[in-house]
């Protein structure tokens, strides 16, 4: 069973940097690929970045493409999103979320776990 923990977030202002952390406190990490979603107050949630099982590939919404970068330590079971040049348009809740699609997946759909969510706000 995937239980996942969030960590991170905050306010900070335009163009400063932020990391998002995730653990499974379940032992299956490995066994998923993982992705980040957002949502901002009155919107949709949105793909942010999904990362393979094995951490060889990942890929992000062109919103967030060359700013931010998700990564994972499987030793770990933890699962990054390092936020630089953040603007105030990154502002929502972002959550974390395990999916059983090894490659990924842009569609939150598809993701079966997911954490409680962190704020993050960027002043402009």
């Known amino acids: 069973q995937v239980q996942l923990v969030q960590s991170g977030g905050g306010l900070v202002q335009a163009g400063d940097s932020l990391r998002l952390s995730c653990t499974d406190s379940?032992?299956?990490?490995?066994?998923?690929?993982m992705g980040w979603f957002r949502q901002a107050p009155g919107k949709e949630r949105e793909f942010v970045a999904t990362i393979t099982w094995s951490g060889s590939r990942s890929y992000y919404s062109d919103s967030v493409k060359g700013r931010f970068t998700i990564s994972r330590d499987n030793a770990k079971n933890t699962v990054y999103l390092q936020m630089n040049s953040l603007k105030p348009e990154d502002t929502a809740d972002y959550y974390c979320?395990?999916?059983?699609?090894?490659?990924?997946?842009?569609?939150?759909?598809?993701?079966?776990?997911w954490g409680q969510g962190t704020q993050v706000t960027v002043s402009s």
């Open positions: 979320a395990a999916t059983g699609y090894n490659g990924g997946s842009r569609d939150y759909q598809e993701y079966k776990y």
């Open positions: 379940g032992g299956t990490f490995t066994a998923y690929a």
